[in-house]
């Protein structure tokens, strides 16, 4: 252990008692392979009990600690403190309401979920199904979100402009289903006419602050634009699924 | 329709904005494509310009094909019209005061057509292999020179650029849901699966590209003006 003090600086608010909002201070003593968490915890354990914060599994899998550290969104569990230099400012997430302190209710999210068609399958029949690897490796990738809402707190849009975008958690989610083998739904279209799919200009926030590394914006948003612009902006492609659904149908 | 009609229809926000980088932005594009056209080098000692190749007139599509391409879309949109500039959340000089609407209207809505452009640039890249095979023949002599080299290694970089593109991986595999539902679906996905290699790279393949290509213009340009930049390795 060494004697080095790091400078915490917390913001404080308490929208049911005041708009008004404070940063507190305090010096924590660093350790060894601290993180952001831990400073916090400490504060809340030695300084001042009354600091709201979120946390649950402190191993970067359960997304409950996001904040905005020194102005990047991320996970207090992983952001080590060496790395954040001698002051260090915890901020909530701010595309959310806030609940108190380092607290935000991210409930909006579960209520944008239910916007998205769900799944569904082409014949309930057969079962068990079997699904193949090659058919289902790319949608993995998707299921490692642990809906920490960071993205959500960092894109633009979502953030600083008032749209129907949904958001890149979203659209993974979206993306998952449209890749899967069984599915039978597309939906690019509904997420570009309902779900403000073209607002995102592809400018990978999201991706640059996703603690799980999804490439959202390369393996979600893109391949939907790109089947929206299939289905919606295309006229080759266009005719071509048209005239392939009119030979389904007339062979049916 | 009146002409705040037509302004909110056609022009987004960014065009109506302040702003210096835009400005900066324009006058880059229009100064170079008055070089091209008023001191044209079409060709040096058996060397084409690739900017010429095959004709200048194609220069628009391959234009639109780099403005619409996802690499540098997130490139202009972050750089030159600042939505966001960045992720550090303290700097990124977008807010709630500006105006936007992203792809969804007037001129932007030309991304979603990034493919024909895509067309269009994989039935120019082989040119470039012509060009380069041009080059090693000066009155049926074969001649290996500096000049092909550069001329080959921009053929193959542009090649890589084209062929990471985003739009491609959708037309290839990307837009397919079930594999093994497919005749060939393992080759398509392995095939899909390459791409997508590329692919991650893409970014880097358009800048390297683009740098590499204004290089050869000027190698090229150099010679041009009596410079004696070229060297023969051989000569048969
Ligand atoms: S790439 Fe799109 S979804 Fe991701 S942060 Fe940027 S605008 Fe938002
Ligand atoms: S995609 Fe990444 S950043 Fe977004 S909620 Fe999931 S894990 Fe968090």
Redesign the interface.
Known sequence: MTNKKVKFKIYRKDPKISNDYRYDEFDVPMEEGMVVLDGVNYIVEHYDSTISVRWNCKAARCGSCAA?IN???KLMCKTRVEQMGDVITVNPM?AFPLVKDLVTDVSINFEIDKKIPEFTPKNMGKKPWTI?D??VNRAQEFRKCIECFLCQD?C??VR????K?IGPRHVIKAAAL??????VLDRSESLTKDM?L????????CE??CPEHIKI??NAI??E??????N???PIMMLIKKLKNKSNRDKK | MNVNDFKNKYIPSEFLEFNPRLYAFIIMLIVGLSAFLIFPVKEISGYIDPFYSPTIFILPFVGLYRLTC?AY??DY??HIFK??I???????L???K?T?????SGLF?IE?????FLYVSILIVPFFYYDFYTSLFINNIFVFRLGSVLLLVNAIFITLYVLSC??L??LIG??K?????MSY??GI?NLYDKQSWL??HHEQLAWISLVFIIFVDLYLRGLTAGMPLDITFLKL
């Open positions: 905005e102005g990047y969104p701010k193949y090659i058919d960092t633009h849009v600083d402009h008032n749209t975008y449209d890749m899967h083998p069984m599915d403000g073209g607002y995102c200009n592809v400018t990978k926030c640059e602050v914006t390369d893109i391949p634009k790109e089947r929206a612009a299939d919606m902006y295309d | 996802y879309r997130k949109n972050r939505h966001p960045g992720c550090d959340l303290k700097n990124r977008d807010s709630m500006r936007y609407t992203g792809e969804t809505k979603n057509l990034h493919r024909y985003h739009s991986r959708s990307g837009r849901d079930c594999y093994s539902c679906g393992a996905k692919n991650k």
